[in-house]
């Protein structure tokens, strides 16, 4: 294993769009949602692990969450799992571990991963990873993964791609980013082929990373380079952190950083791929019966059902009838029968049972 490659895991979300099973107190990550007897955090260590060294793989995480991490992951050196000391989107985590990646090695190059995604050919994931790695370490690019499309969905973010990079198959110039369009843009961005679904994985060189960064924001700039300073002196770095966390904008790294460069490229990857943060994605990746309903770990009498998916805590069973499209997930003291596809609905209900029941309940 060649050790200039480094994985960071972001596992801090609370992953509300896939509630009531993904709670406050253990979010999705750290959830078995496949029903294949380990969590979304688990297997995505060990899809990295299997080709990048175990000591070289960050996990950035909530303080809340750590004792989690710990349980899941128990062989995790303490070093290596960042602790966020707030929520504020990807960017300072991702900062902060580029930080580490560079202290550690001054030539690393680092992938940035979710925690909550499906892959299923482990084979050309790792062949696409390395040829990723090795790239943004010989040249001096931010790199984003594109899967083609298979339909036009509207939960998923997109890359528009430009010329081929010459004498790098698959590689192309970025032209744009869009987060997740509107119905009728889908589908423009689907027949046209030239746009790919966002991955959310990204490589970068340690140095290459920190200097858009700072080319982006000038008050990125200031307290990215405090913090180096003290990194580099070895001296504690929480106030630092702190601000830097505090201070960085809300956005996603797409917006921040990558749309404000000039040197983003996307590799066209052949391995299969889905963001598992809906109940929708949930089952469209599982296996489905002939009326394509989906049943996780639970017993259940269907009806005239259809592309439904059923979660309910053992021992419990469910007896539904006439539903075409709908999840039935208990977990706890909440149960929650809803449109599948209905996404802002799901974030909705959290938001109302937080309010008006109480924190208990999400």
Not at 113 to 130: K, M
């Amino acid at each position: 294993m060649d050790r200039r490659n480094y994985c960071v895991i972001l596992a801090g979300g609370s992953g509300s769009r896939l509630w009531p099973m993904s709670r406050e107190r253990k979010p999705k990550q750290f959830i078995d949602v496949l029903g294949t007897g380990k969590t979304l955090l688990q297997m995505t260590f060990e899809r990295f692990a299997g080709f990048i060294d175990a000591d070289n793989i960050i996990i950035v995480t909530n303080e809340n969450y750590r004792q989690l991490v710990k349980e899941q992951i128990p062989g995790i050196k303490y070093e290596n799992i960042l602790m966020e000391p707030m929520r504020r989107n990807t960017v300072p985590a991702v900062t902060w571990a580029a930080l580490e990646v560079k202290r550690r090695c001054p030539e690393g190059r680092f992938i940035v991963s979710p925690s909550d995604q499906n892959i299923t050919d482990y084979e050309a994931f790792q062949e696409d990873v390395l040829r990723g790695l090795d790239y943004v370490g010989a040249h001096d690019v931010q790199l984003t993964m594109g899967a083609k499309p298979s339909r036009p969905e509207v939960s998923y973010g997109y890359i528009q791609m430009a010329d081929e990079v010459e004498g790098n198959a698959h590689i192309y110039k970025v032209r744009s980013f869009t987060e997740k369009p509107a119905d009728e843009f889908a589908k423009i961005f689907f027949e046209s082929g030239e746009f790919l679904w966002n991955t959310g994985l990204f490589l970068w060189g340690a140095d290459t990373f920190l200097d858009a960064l700072k080319g982006a924001s000038e008050e990125f700039a200031i307290i990215v380079e405090r913090v180096i300073e003290k990194y580099d002196d070895g001296e504690y770095i929480a106030d630092q952190l702190m601000e830097l966390f505090t201070k960085c904008p809300n956005m996603s790294l797409e917006q921040s950083v990558l749309e404000k460069s000039d040197n983003v490229d996307v590799m066209l990857c052949h391995f299969g791929w889905a963001d598992l943060g809906t109940w929708e994605a949930v089952h469209d990746a599982l296996p489905q019966s002939d009326m394509g309903n989906v049943v996780i770990d639970s017993k259940s009498l269907l009806y005239d059902c259809k592309d439904c998916l059923i979660k309910l805590p053992d021992g419990h069973v469910a007896v539904v009838q006439g539903l075409d499209g709908y999840v039935v997930v208990e977990e706890g003291n909440v149960l929650v029968i809803c449109k599948k596809d209905d996404q802002k609905n799901i974030r909705k209900f959290v938001n109302d049972a937080q309010l008006n029941l109480g924190e208990e309940f999400v």
